[in-house]
């Protein structure tokens, strides 16, 4: 039979509207950061990403902001469109040579 | 661009069987690695290579095994397949910047969904 699993968290969020993806990070001396967006069926996407330097970064109607003091990463969406349905996950980069570490991911659904 | 392609989308496969997985990039990426994804459990890492000949093993590598024989193809290889191995399996690929061994963002490919029955 098919396995249960845990169910990712939703954010539901109209067409136009901004949405905003949250991730709490582990290790506080990680010093790099992703964001991936992952769509049904697909492999995960590089979307951006930012060093512990920084506390806010800006593509192309992304914006990562990384508040290191509370180890909390945020992804805001602006306009989101139908195309932005997927499950986003933040990725964190302990120093000294440590392996990525991934998220459980949020699934965000845009409503027309 | 950077492209990791995975030699199966989707794969059935009989308990007991050898089962291989290929993974092909094409940015001359130093590093590359084996994940597996299942529901709440998220990406874990299986094994991950540096460098050509070599390999070190993940989070998870028991009844796996790989083979890295030229810097461009990464191999999962699954000797004796189980049902608990039916699961949605993912290759990245990633460079190192500056010789710093640091792996920063990682290219994934578009996964092989196996199922073993």
């Known amino acids: 039979g098919e396995s249960v699993g845990l169910h990712l968290p939703t954010l539901s969020v109209q067409e136009g509207d901004n949405s905003i993806i949250n991730c709490a990070y582990s290790?506080?001396?990680?010093?790099?950061f992703i964001w991936y967006k992952q769509e049904s069926g697909k492999g995960p996407q590089f979307i951006i990403d930012?060093?512990?330097?920084?506390d806010k970064r800006q593509g192309q109607r992304v914006t990562v902001l990384l508040n290191k003091t509370v180890k909390h990463l945020s992804l805001q969406i602006a306009a989101t469109q139908p195309g932005d349905s997927a499950v986003y996950f933040c990725?964190?980069?302990?120093?000294?040579?440590?392996?990525?570490?991934f998220g459980q991911g949020t699934e965000l659904s845009v409503k027309p | 661009d950077v492209k990791v392609t995975q030699s199966s989308r989707y794969l059935v496969k009989r308990t007991g069987e050898k089962v291989f997985l290929e993974c092909v990039q094409d940015m001359d990426h130093e590093n590359m690695f084996w994940y597996r994804q299942d529901p709440g459990l998220g990406l874990r890492l299986i094994y991950f290579s540096y460098d050509v000949k070599m390999k070190e093993k993940g989070d998870i590598p028991e009844g796996y095994s790989v083979s890295r024989e030229k810097k461009e193809r990464f191999s999962l290889i699954l000797e004796s397949a189980s049902t608990n191995q039916t699961s949605m399996y993912l290759c990245?690929?990633?460079?190192?910047?500056?010789?710093?061994?640091?792996?920063?963002?990682?290219?994934f490919g578009p996964g092989t969904r196996l199922t073993v029955t």
């Open positions: 930012i060093r512990s330097n920084m």
């Open positions: 990245a690929s990633s460079p190192n910047h500056g010789g710093s061994g640091a792996e920063y963002e990682q290219y």
């Open positions: 290790n506080s001396a990680s010093d790099y």
């Open positions: 990725a964190e980069l302990p120093p000294l040579g440590g392996k990525l570490i």
